[in-house]
C-alpha cells in the first residue's frame, strides 16, 4: 500500500529552528507538497520539491531525496504564527496525490 | 482572484439525512477534487471533477457522489449519512490541464453527524 509517516505533534520554541520530517512508500513518485493549515482554515501551498536537494523559500526551505523516500520542511526563526500543521503529500505514478496525517507544530514563547 | 469559496461552513445533520456541499474554484480553474479530512487521518480522496466529468475517484462508499456544472463549480452529496461522517470536507482547484499543479483549497465545510 501506499504509505506516508509524518510526526503527529512537534513542539518548538520562537526564534529557534524546528525540521519536519516526512518519509513515503508510494507506488512512483512525481513530485512532493508542502502544505500549511492553520486551526480552522484551509491548507495553503508551501513548497514543491521533484528534484533531489534543498529549496529554499525565505525562512523556509524543503528538501528532498528520492532514493531514500523522504523530505523534510525547514523552519527557521520561528514565529509564533508558525503555530499550525504541516501536510506532506506525494504525487504517485498515476498523477494522485497521496497525504500524510500532518504535524501539528506548536510554538512556545 | 477570488478564492475558493465553499458553503455551508458550518452544518449539522442527524443519522440517515443527506447533505449537498458546494464549492466555487478560482475563476479559470477547470479542476475540483474533494477530501475528507479527519481528526489523525491525512486528507482522504474523494474524487476529481474536470469538465463536468469525474476524472478520478477515492475508496469512498457510493452514498458519496458530487457533480460538475459548465462554470465548474461543484456539488458534493452524502446520503444516508452516518456517524462517522462528521468531518472536515475541503475541496480544492487547479488548472486541471497539467500533470502536476498546486491545489488551493477552500476553507472547508465543517460537518457534525448527530
Known amino acids: 500500500g501506499q504509505n506516508i509517516d509524518q510526526p503527529t505533534e512537534m513542539t518548538a520554541t520562537e526564534g529557534a529552528i524546528v525540521q519536519i520530517n516526512c518519509t513515503y512508500q508510494?507506488?512512483?513518485?512525481?513530485?512532493l507538497f508542502w502544505y500549511q493549515q492553520h486551526a480552522g482554515e484551509a491548507p495553503t501551498f508551501l513548497s514543491y520539491?521533484?528534484l533531489d536537494g534543498l529549496e529554499e523559500k525565505g525562512r523556509f526551505s524543503s528538501f528532498l531525496s528520492r532514493s531514500k523516500g523522504y523530505s523534510y520542511l525547514l523552519l527557521k526563526e520561528l514565529q509564533m504564527k508558525d503555530s499550525a500543521s504541516y501536510l506532506c503529500?506525494?504525487?504517485?505514478?498515476?498523477?494522485?496525490?497521496?497525504w500524510g496525517a500532518g504535524t501539528k507544530l506548536i510554538i512556545k514563547p | 482572484k477570488a478564492g475558493v469559496t465553499q458553503t455551508p461552513r458550518y452544518l449539522i445533520k442527524t443519522r440517515g439525512q443527506q447533505v449537498t456541499l458546494s464549492c466555487s474554484p478560482i475563476?479559470?480553474?477547470?479542476?475540483v477534487s474533494w477530501y475528507q479530512q479527519t481528526p489523525g487521518q491525512g486528507l482522504q480522496f474523494l474524487f476529481e471533477y474536470f469538465s463536468e466529468t469525474q476524472r478520478n475517484k477515492g475508496n469512498f462508499p457510493g452514498r458519496f457522489s458530487g457533480r460538475q456544472f459548465s462554470n465548474s463549480r461543484s456539488e458534493m452529496n452524502v446520503s444516508t449519512l452516518e456517524l462517522g461522517d462528521s468531518a472536515l470536507y475541503l475541496c480544492?482547484?487547479?488548472?486541471?490541464?497539467?500533470?502536476?499543479?498546486?491545489?488551493?483549497f477552500g476553507p472547508g465545510t465543517r460537518l457534525l453527524v448527530l
Open positions: 508510494t507506488s512512483g513518485f512525481n513530485g
Open positions: 475563476s479559470g480553474h477547470r479542476s
Open positions: 520539491n521533484v
Open positions: 480544492a482547484s487547479s488548472g486541471g490541464v497539467g500533470d502536476v499543479e498546486t491545489q488551493y
Open positions: 503529500a506525494v504525487i504517485d505514478s498515476n498523477y494522485q496525490l497521496i
